[in-house]
């Protein structure tokens, strides 16, 4: 059983950078597909990024990508997102989850989730 916890989140102004961790416990982090995701008020969660088990592949959603960074450290069992260039519309709980389907970039097949870290971009 993976435990995932986020850090990293806050406040920050638009056009600014933020980097996101997800610190992994309980499992061989180097088993494990990891990928971001995030929810805004009343909106549904969507996916953000995702990264294979190796960290040689990623995926991001058109939203971000150019903007965001997804990668990991398997040595320290740590998944990050470097997110620059915020905006507004960015503002969401973020949330990083794993996943031992080889398929790592299907947003489907996610069965660890973190508790979430907050991210508040103002314009």
């Known amino acids: 059983q993976v435990q995932l916890v986020e850090s990293g989140g806050g406040l920050v102004q638009a056009g600014g950078s933020l980097r996101l961790s997800c610190a992994a416990s309980?499992?061989?982090?180097?088993?494990?597909?990891m990928g971001w995701f995030r929810q805004a008020p009343g909106k549904e969660r969507e996916f953000v990024a995702a990264?294979?088990?190796?960290?040689?592949?990623?995926n991001y959603a058109d939203s971000v990508k150019g903007r965001f960074t997804i990668s990991r450290d398997n040595a320290k069992s740590t998944g990050y997102l470097q997110m620059n260039s915020l905006k507004p519309e960015d503002t969401a709980v973020y949330y990083c989850?794993?996943?031992?389907?080889?398929?790592?970039?299907?947003?489907?097949?996610?069965?660890?989730w973190g508790q979430g870290t907050q991210v508040t971009v103002s314009s």
């Open positions: 989850a794993a996943t031992t389907a080889i398929t790592y970039w299907s947003p489907t097949v996610y069965n660890y």
């Open positions: 990264i294979s088990r190796s960290g040689a592949n990623t």
């Open positions: 309980g499992g061989t982090s180097s088993r494990y597909g």
